[in-house]
């Protein structure tokens, strides 16, 4: 199985920080990668798709790159509501895998 | 709407069996490959199982090989997952979610295996 590794596994900002998480693949996925955020209680949301791919809906200070096996997730300024955790998703090669998560919390 | 809507989850007992549900509706369910993920209580996301869009190749992960089975009713536009010889470490939150990017996702469904 693909292996996903995500760093950091959890990070403290403030309202208003960029914020890089990273994700990395235990082997080429090409650009079949995607993001989702989580809140407590909640169903994952999805954010993008095809490793740039803004879902509809998703406010454009989300953005995404990479391609291969090293991608990040970049959020521009982050605001209250973006506390949460984030995963990303190989959909390349069965079983799909997820990164480990990485929670933000406000500093 | 585009909407997902897991059903079936509960309380058993190791080596039970329980089936879920999945109900799709505001898409064409039979377009689209399909799996179920879970989510442990304070743990991370993990697919267990993918279908393709005709039912006719599936995919698991090891640890519910040979106990778990994913399939489809595309004209009752529905997935489900039958679980059979359910252990403790099974106990998640079960979600159904749409295509290879999960770009749709169900409410979830908690499933619970204690004596």
Avoid: H
């Amino acid at each position: 199985d693909i292996q996903m590794t995500q760093s950091p596994s959890s990070l403290s900002a403030y309202v208003g920080d960029r914020v890089t998480i990273t994700c990395r693949a235990s082997q080429g996925i090409s650009n079949y990668l995607a993001w989702f955020q989580q809140k407590p209680g909640k169903a994952p949301k999805s954010l993008i798709y095809g490793a740039s791919n803004l879902q509809s809906g998703v406010p454009s200070k989300f953005s995404g790159s990479g391609s291969g096996t090293d991608f990040t997730l970049t959020i521009s300024s982050l605001q209250p509501e973006d506390f949460a955790t984030y995963y990303c998703q190989q959909y390349n090669t069965y079983p799909f895998t997820f990164g480990g998560g990485t929670k933000v919390e406000i500093k | 709407d585009v909407q997902l809507v897991d059903s079936g989850g509960g309380l058993v007992q190791p080596g039970g069996s329980l089936r879920l549900s999945c109900a799709a509706s505001g898409f064409t369910f039979s377009n689209f490959r399909m799996s179920w993920v879970r989510q442990a209580p304070g743990k991370g996301l993990e697919c267990v199982a993918t279908i393709k869009q005709d039912g006719g190749e599936k995919f698991y992960v090891d640890s519910v090989k040979g106990r778990f089975t994913i399939s489809r009713d595309n004209a009752k536009n529905s997935l489900f997952l039958q679980m059979n010889s359910l252990r403790a470490e099974d106990t998640a939150v079960y979600y159904c979610a749409r295509g290879g990017a999960f770009e749709i996702w169900g409410q979830g469904t908690m499933v619970t295996v204690s004596s």
